[in-house]
């Protein structure tokens, strides 16, 4: 897969369909490297008219690495925000959205559809708030506002998500990510096992640096509440969340919705913190959809 600078860093990112459709930007969530994007889901995509490009984040992947800024104490960070003051973090959500941003610019690409999961639907409102110039419409998927006053994660959701293998045994690295995946996934929707085993391996192999995941959380904590940012977006807004999600409640989804003047809900009940295999055509179609709209 090839690499670009863009934003003064190397990201590596993958192209799919034909360039003179409609381009369309995947951005995925924390510790995520592209390939967490199914396959199925971008095919999907493409079927539909679009030219789809996905990337690693920086500090994930293939991109650039941000190991000579240590990793940052988690703990210190949450409490200068809850103390209302700004946290000393290595980068930005508002980084991680002008690197993509920047990727767009350096693909020659002058607008996109943008769409995020997660953290990658923080990166994209941000993207929707500061560029909005490059963006044609943005898709929020099991995302939030940062807005405290929200339900929290269930706390073995979180837990799963944070806690690190044991060891860097391929077998280890597999089950922890087993265990992620079962405790924040689609109840009404459980991944095979087969396709999370290999699909874990595959990522390990790719590339494996839990540094670059704490230095993202950090990021995503010192990022406090959009609202007020949200409420200046003009972009053309799908929200797309789970009603199952156990690691960013629905009510995050209900939030962003009704923050960003204009914005459309699309809640999908069984759906938890993936994207499954068989919502894959209802989530392209809605996007889709929304693209179509503008």
């Keep these: 897969m090839p690499q670009i600078e863009a934003n003064g860093l190397t990201i590596e990112y993958e192209t799919h369909g034909d360039p003179a459709h409609e381009p369309l930007l995947l951005v995925m969530g924390l510790g995520a490297q592209l390939t967490l994007w199914p396959i199925e889901f971008v095919d999907a995509l493409v079927a539909r008219g679009f030219h789809v490009i996905r990337h690693d984040n920086r500090d994930i992947g293939l991109s650039q690495k941000f190991d000579h800024a240590g990793v940052p104490a988690i703990p210190e960070v949450v409490a200068a925000m809850m103390s209302g003051q700004a946290p000393e973090v290595p980068y930005t959500v508002a980084d991680m959205a002008a690197d993509a941003a920047g990727l767009l610019d350096a693909l020659g690409i002058d607008q996109a559809h943008v769409v995020g999961a997660s953290m990658g639907g ?146 999908i009940p069984g759906m938890g913190h993936d994207v499954p295999i068989e919502l894959v055509d ?6 889709a959809e929304h693209a179509r709209a503008r």
Excluded at 128 to 139: D, E, G, N, Q, Y
Excluded at 282 to 287: F, K
């Design 282 to 287: 209802e989530i392209a179609e809605a996007i």
């Design 122 to 267: 923080m990166i994209v409102q941000h993207m929707a708030a500061s560029h909005a110039h490059k963006v044609r419409t943005m898709t929020s998927i099991m995302s939030t506002t940062g807005n405290r006053e929200l339900p929290p994660s269930k706390p073995e959701a979180m837990a799963a998500l944070l806690t690190p293998a044991p060891s860097l045994e391929l077998e280890a690295i597999i089950a922890s990510g087993l265990a992620r995946a079962r405790a924040i996934g689609s109840p009404g929707y459980p991944a095979a096992e087969d396709r999370l085993r290999t699909r874990i391996a595959s990522d390990f192999h790719r590339s494996y640096n839990p540094a670059g995941m704490a230095r993202q959380f950090a990021a995503v904590v010192a990022d406090g509440d959009r609202r007020e940012m949200l409420k200046g977006v003009t972009v053309p807004t799908l929200v797309i969340h789970g009603e199952d999600d156990p690691l960013v409640p629905v009510e995050g989804g209900h939030d962003t919705a009704a923050t960003v003047p204009g914005a459309r809900l699309h809640t």
